[in-house]
């Protein structure tokens, strides 16, 4: 069922706020009720012995108005709508939770990977540097099938990454 929170709205500010039902005793039988706003204004008035009932006062017609529009089914459907919207509530919040946990995670696995990274490319610029310091030993030791400025060359380009190049 389809709730028109609209006109429920616009009933209950028109309607006097509060409902506060009275069973009052009565002799010789029958019932008898009063209901009351917030303000102690009459709102509702059952007499069944003296033939009396209804909605009086100034604000009858928008309090009756309002009495009608409260149906069992309208306040169900509300009830409803509003579990259905505290799961979806819940839902939201867990996900978030997990996001910002896989988000954290994440980053301090990305921060320790860019350590990581920088010791490799320390690592590899030490190396080329000693690479280079054999100079032309390495030249002749290889006699020729290795290009030993090549060499050198690629390892000072990997430890320099996509944003350094030398």
């Not at 033939?51 to 309090?63: K, L, M, R, T, Y």
Request: net charge negative; proline share 2%.
């Amino acid at each position: 069922m389809s709730v028109d929170y609209t006109e429920l709205k616009r009933l209950a500010e028109a309607a006097t706020p509060g409902r506060n039902f009275d069973r009052l005793p009565m002799a010789g039988g029958g019932l008898k009720y009063e209901c009351t706003g917030d303000d102690g204004s009459l709102v509702l008035k059952v007499d069944h012995k003296n033939d009396e009932w209804g909605f009086v006062g100034d604000n009858s017609a928008a309090d009756e108005e309002f009495f009608l529009a409260c149906t069992p089914a309208q306040i169900l459907a509300l009830i409803a709508e509003n579990e259905r919207l505290v799961e979806c509530l819940k839902t939201a919040n867990s996900q978030a939770e997990h996001f910002e946990r896989n988000w954290y995670l994440s980053s301090e696995e990305n921060e320790n990977l860019n350590v990581e990274v920088g010791v490799l490319r320390k690592f590899l610029l030490d190396a080329s540097e000693e690479i280079d310091s054999w100079g032309s030993y390495a030249s002749d030791y290889f006699r020729g099938k290795y290009d030993h400025a090549g060499c050198v060359a690629k390892f000072r380009t990997s430890a320099m990454g996509k944003e350094q190049k030398p």
